[in-house]
């Protein structure tokens, strides 16, 4: 039986604050021991990922924007597949919408509203490196967007953010959260993307089993689409409180830390947690 892992990067693989893996260190060597391949799904650019990719050395696809694209290295696999486009090395399979109709879409509902946002196309990369933490080249990277744009509502409040939200629904979007920001996406999520990719890893190797890691709410249709749902814990030490399912497991450890925990159990022990 192969394992494949999905991964949330923001807060799950990667800590909410200071960006790093090193506390997932140990697992990681483990799955490239094994040979287990690891899935980066995140709302992260197709840019920024690269960027783990070559940290990790990484090569297996991956979903960027919260499942706008999925990225598959150009013969991965010996099945034939169809493709939207060819970029650089790698077949896209395209779910998402383009990112411009999105960012017009949302400052044109904001304005309606008259409720005031700020959103990453309106932001400077140095304004952008100053909200997230990001440093200025990281930040250029994530300023570099396809299929998903992100924004904080100002002086937000439960009922700015209800009516923000009802109002991107019914221009015929969808929306997210993520751990910093809101999205505005199209007609895709984790979870699509999730299922569109592990069918085509069903398809080449058969017996698989997916297990998926995240932190937040934008990963709840990622952890619906995996055969191991894991929530890793969040600063404070708390699970996200917005995610109720019981069939998740909720594994101890903050971000990096209950990542490792969940991922080398489950591929040393084979074991479900
Ligand atoms: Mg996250």
Redesign the pocket.
């Given at each position: 039986m192969g394992y494949i892992i999905f991964t949330?990067?923001?807060?799950?693989l990667i800590d909410h604050d200071t960006y790093s893996y090193e506390a997932a260190r140990p697992a990681l060597n483990l799955l490239k021991q094994k040979d287990v391949p690891l899935i980066f799904c995140?709302?992260k650019t197709r840019a920024e990922i690269e960027v783990y990719v070559e940290e990790l050395d990484c090569r297996h696809p991956f979903i960027s924007e919260n499942g706008g694209g999925i990225f598959i290295p150009k013969g991965y696999f010996d099945i034939d597949l169809k493709f939207d486009h060819r970029i650089g090395d790698y077949n896209v399979i395209e779910l998402g919408t383009n990112y411009s109709n999105l960012k017009d879409a949302l400052v044109e509902i904001s304005k309606s509203a008259g409720i005031e946002i700020i959103n990453f196309a309106n932001m400077t990369t140095e304004e952008v490196s100053e909200d997230t933490g990001l440093d200025i080249h990281s930040a250029g990277l994530a300023k570099l967007r396809e299929y998903d744009e992100v924004f904080r509502i100002i002086d937000e409040t439960e009922e700015k953010a209800s009516l923000m939200m009802e109002l991107i629904r019914s221009a015929g979007y969808n929306h997210t959260r993520?751990?910093r920001y809101w999205h505005i996406i199209g007609n895709n999520d984790k979870g699509k993307a999730v299922r569109m990719l592990s069918d085509i890893y069903r398809k080449q190797f058969t017996d698989i089993t997916t297990v998926g890691l995240?932190?937040?709410l934008?990963?709840l249709p990622m952890l619906g689409s995996v055969d191991i749902p894991v929530l890793v814990q969040k600063p404070g030490s708390l699970h996200d409180p917005s995610i109720t399912d019981p069939k998740i497991k909720r594994v101890k450890g903050i971000g990096p830390i209950g990542w490792n925990n969940a991922v080398s159990e489950i591929i040393e022990k084979g074991s479900e947690i």
């Open positions: 949330d990067l923001d807060g799950t995140t709302s993520g751990g995240g932190d937040s934008n990963d």
